[in-house]
Structures are given as C-alpha cells and as structure tokens.
C-alpha cells in the first residue's frame, strides 16, 4: 500500500506566518501548560493480574461505559454550551479517513432546540427534573457495562467535558484487524481525575500496563494477554492539552503529534467539507471516500490481478470525500450531508415536484426522483463508453426496440415515484409516472397489451378494460401466477387470490399499481383533495425546500397505526407500554437532495408530534 501522507492539502494555523516544519518521529516537548495537564499520579508499570474470572472484561467495561455515556448522553440538556469547534477535532491525526463526532456539550442553540424536540418524548415534557432522569439512566447504562463496579455520577462526570470524537486511520497495508488504525479523543474537564479513572479500570484488566513519556506526555500502553488473536496487539492512552485519548499506540502518539493544531481541521479537504455544513451541530461524520478508495485498491495488491475489474466508469462515479452532520432545529431532528458534485451524470434540475398534488391524501410512503429517464440515458452512455460493456450495452437496445427502444421505455419518464397508501385497513402501492410525451408511453403499454394477447389463454392472463374519471384503466388479472409463486418459494409467498395489476396513461400521469384502487385513488387526486394540500407534508416540506431533485416522505404516525394492527394479541400488553409511549412521539420523515454546481446536498428531517 502507498504510504499516506498526514500532511496531505495541509496549511498551517491561521497565526503563523510561514508553512510548518514537518512533525518529527520524536516531537519536541509538549508546551507547558500542556504538560500540566497530564495526570501527576504514576501509573503501575507491573503486570495487574487479579484472581477470578478474565479482568479483560474491565478494560472492554471502559470503553463501553465512556461510549454509552457518548451515545445515551446525546440527549443531555443539563450540560454547558460551548460554540465553536470541539477540543476533539483540533486533536484528531490528520490522517484520519473516517472521523465521528458526538456534541454532547450542546454547542450554541442546540441547548434549547434539542429541549424542543425531546419535550414530544415520555419523561421529558418537565424539563426542570431532566437533568436527574438523565443522570439516573446513565447511572444505569454504565453500571451494565462494568458490571455494577461504576456509575455515572461518581466516576464519570466528575471528568467528562462532554466531547467524544471517533478517529478511523489509513486502511492498513497487511490487512489484518489487529493492524487498523483508531483513536477515541474525549474532552476532560479534570485531567487527573480522568487518569484516576483511567488507571482504575486498567488496574482491573488481566494485561501488562507500562509508561513511557512520548513528547512531554506520559504515554500508557497496554498489552492484552496471549491468546487474544483478535485484540489489539498493543493499546494505549493518555491525557495532554484538554482530552484523553484511547486506542493502537500510533494512533494515540499521531493525536500527541497535532499539538491541538495540526491535525484533521488543517487540511483543505476537511475545511472545504466542514464549511459546507457550518452550524452548531449535535454529531458530524466526515469521510475521506478517495483515500478509503485508494487504500483498498492498494490493499488487496497482487490479488487484485486475480478479481474481477470493476467497469471504467465506475471511477467517475466516484467523489472525494462525503460529511454529514446531526442537529436539533425548529422541533425536529435534521440530518444534512454534503458532497462534491457527481459530474459523470451531468447536472440535475432542482424543481418542485408534481407528484405530491398527484396522490392521494393517503400516501403514507412516496420515494420520487426528478428527470429519471434523461438519468437513465446518461447512465447508459456512460456504460457504453466502457469497451468491456460496450457489446452488452448493444444487446441491450437491439432487445429494447422490439418496443420502440430506450427512447420508447424511459426516454419519455419525467417524475418517478413509489408511493403506498393506506384507507382504513386496505393498502395500495404502485408505480407513478409524470410523462415527458403520453404518447410514448401509451404506445408501449400498448405494445406490451399486444404481447399478452398473442400469447393467448396459455399465458393464464386476461386483460380487461374499465373507465374512471375521464380516463381508461387496464386491468391485467394474472391468474394462477400467485399460485406458481408459491410453490416456487415453498409457501414463503402468499399472492391473493385475485392478483391483478391495474395502469392508466394520461397526458399527466402514467400510473402502474396493484389493483385498481391505488389507480383510482391517483386520478382521483388529480381534481380532489391530495398528499400536496395535506397541511402535515405541507408544512415538512417548507423545511426542506420545494425545490430539490428527490423526495422522500414517510409517515410514521399513519404507518405506526398499520403496523400496531398487525401485533398479535399476546404482544399487545407489552407493545403498549414499553414501545408505543416512545415511538408515539415521532411525526413524519421528509427528505430532498439538492445537487449544485460544486456540492451535492441533501437534508432529512425527522419531526416529532407537537403539543
């Protein structure tokens, strides 16, 4: 594997005036006030082996207590917001190629946001009593993980400054799992209270601790018992500046090498990627996706002559890095990501969509994307200028135009969309269609009408025609097919009786669904009432943007009630109490993406049920 530089796009700190010297394998000292934040109590540099079962178990305790602290404490309001980047970002390597982060101090508005948002969830409308339920569960979650040996309130929070930060490093070259690269930074509000904590858990594991000092720091590594094939072969942890840090020990002296500032926020790539989400934030995930993309080519090495190639084109459909970020805002949880923009398939027309004032009131589920068939003849262009495939690519259209080619089967779709519906106990679904040119369209449905009747009554299909608000449905009743799925799946597949697929052409819709009803319900919509003049998805999408390139609309409430009717009678009781309460609390799901000339965005929002 090609050595990763950790400098890569680097740019010195804004207050220095030339470029840095580059770090050396053995760092200078670690300034003062650095240093004095590392704990003064030594840590034993004997073996710690305790009688009875494996003490492993603690130091896997350790880390499982300060992670579900990291993943329970998301929720915390009683902690002091801090805007501005975290204390863990400026102290993660910069060759990192995958980087999580939790904001559990409540940067900025999230404080009161996220109050919003957990007020529709049981036990926390008093906001005044949430900080003791909170401390309490936490008490419970880390008392699980070490086995009753600690709780929050006592050997937690006394040192937990309520950053975590998650660090993957270069993929590695041998590709064993003991080789991978990753530290976890936590920001301290009392340093040696965290090595006290630290040195503790230690003391209870069955495996060989030792100290060295590495850059002014006091660096200790830990080596787990023989045996373990899977363990790391040699960890480590330390406290400097205002974190702690755990994991491999390249890892943890890479984050002692940063000196808080030139780690992962110097590099370009990550600026660029941060910059695109700016705002207080709860969590933020970045992805290096061209250096994860690089090591894995370079990983698999001689055996890569071995595995099938992937298509030429498959490269250009790649971008260099991806960053997501998790906040609390107007309510409801929202989800951004940013990405450069994806090239190879041209630009993509943001729009309001037409299919939301095309459905029926009833749609609890719509996936829809804009411009799909002119997508469609980029993807296949872009496929058949790979000369492996070019000869596929070929077979392909002479098939497709016994049906007037791909013009003839995609060329014509504007809108695409998936939906479901759900009246009462009936649930329909289907395929809808805003037509560039219904003529197209009709022309193969029409065509394909014709194939089934040349097959005649062997084919066990039968066609028939009904009329419904100024338009002509196709109903194709499938007979015994359901019958034949069955028996090819040993049961697993129960069709109806009464299998039929239902379509419809107009000159504003083209909708293929099960059944006539969801058909019904579609033309129905296009005069009455429909998802679009829903006041629910109304008001969700004005927080996404009614202009954007996909949509997707979930609604949970409407799909919590179908499946509650399918609980059976012995599960009721316990479905009642210990899950509706909490999912109960959740609205609806709305999500777009926006692509733009340099950044593709995207934005999910996830509302809960207000007062």
């Known amino acids: 594997m090609t050595d990763q530089d950790p400098t890569r796009g680097y740019e010195p700190p804004a207050a220095a005036e030339a470029p840095a010297a580059p770090i050396p394998a053995e760092p200078p000292p670690m300034p003062a006030s650095v240093v004095d934040a590392a704990p003064t109590t030594p840590v034993a540099t004997a073996p710690a082996v305790r009688p009875g079962r494996s003490r492993v178990r603690w130091l896997a305790a350790g880390l499982v207590s300060l992670l579900a602290v990291g993943a329970a404490a998301g929720a915390t309001l009683m902690l002091t917001a801090d805007a501005g980047d975290p204390d863990v970002l400026a102290w993660t390597p910069a060759d990192t190629v995958l980087y999580a982060e939790a904001r559990l101090d409540l940067p900025g508005d999230q404080r009161a946001e996220l109050a919003k948002v957990m007020a529709a969830f049981p036990g926390f409308d008093d906001q005044a009593a949430f900080p003791v339920k909170l401390n309490e569960a936490l008490d419970v979650l880390v008392g699980r993980a070490s086995d009753g040996k600690m709780t929050y309130q006592r050997d937690i929070e006394p040192w937990f400054g309520g ?85 491999d020990v390249a890892s943890v002296k890479a984050a002692i090498d940063t000196r808080g500032s030139a780690g992962l926020p110097t590099l370009v790539q990550f600026r660029t990627a941060e910059a695109a989400l700016a705002g207080d934030r709860l969590g933020f995930v970045y992805v290096d996706s061209a250096a994860i993309l690089e090591s894995s080519k370079a990983l698999t090495g001689a055996a890569a002559e071995a595995m099938p190639r992937l298509p030429a084109f498959m490269d250009q459909l790649q971008v260099a890095w991806g960053a997501m970020t998790v906040r609390a805002d107007g309510g409801a949880f929202v989800v951004d990501t940013a990405a450069p923009h994806m090239t190879a398939l041209g630009p993509t027309r943001n729009a309001e969509s037409k299919l939301p004032a095309l459905l029926p009131p009833t749609t609890v589920a719509l996936v829809e994307g804009h411009d799909v068939g002119a997508t469609l003849q980029k993807a296949k262009d872009l496929i058949a200028a790979d000369p492996s495939l070019a000869e596929g690519v070929k077979q392909v259209e002479d098939a497709l135009a016994l049906v007037g080619g791909a013009d003839g089967v995609v060329g014509w779709m504007g809108e695409v969309g998936v939906a479901i ?95 006539t009803d969801f058909v019904k319900a579609v033309l129905g919509a296009r005069t009455g009432e429909s998802l679009a003049r829903t006041e629910r998805f109304a008001s969700a999408l004005n927080l996404v943007g009614k202009a954007h390139a996909s949509l997707v609309w979930l609604d949970l409430a409407a799909i919590r009630g179908l499946v509650e009717s399918q609980i059976p009678a012995d599960g009721k009781a316990t479905y009642e109490t210990e899950v509706k309460p909490y999912l109960d609390a959740f609205d609806s799901i709305i999500g777009t993406t926006t692509p733009g000339e340099t950044l593709d965005r995207a934005t999910l929002v996830i509302r809960v049920r207000g007062d």
């Open 421 to 515: 519906t759900v009246d009462g106990d009936k649930v329909g679904g289907g395929l809808v269609v805003t037509p560039l040119d219904a003529a197209l369209p009709q022309r193969l449905f029409t065509q394909l009408r014709g194939f089934i009747a040349l097959a005649g009554g062997s084919s066990g299909l039968t066609v028939t025609e009904e009329s419904y608000a100024g338009a002509t449905i196709v109903v194709i009743d499938l007979g015994d097919l359901g019958d034949l799925a069955g028996m090819a799946t040993g049961g697993a597949v129960e069709a109806p009786d009464d299998l039929r697929i239902a379509y419809v052409v107009t000159d504003e819709v083209v909708v293929l669904g099960y059944g």
């Open 163 to 247: 950053q975590v930060g998650v660090s993957v490093g270069p993929i590695p070259s041998s590709g064993e799992p003991t080789a991978a690269r990753a530290v976890v930074v936590v920001s301290v509000k009392d340093a040696a209270k965290a090595g006290e904590w630290a040195a503790t858990v230690l003391a209870e594991a069955d495996a060989t601790i030792r100290t060295e000092m590495y850059g002014g720091v006091t660096l200790t590594t830990i080596t787990p018992p023989s045996g373990r094939e899977m363990a790391p072969k040699e960890a480590a942890w330390a406290t400097f500046g205002p974190v702690m840090a755990f994991g």
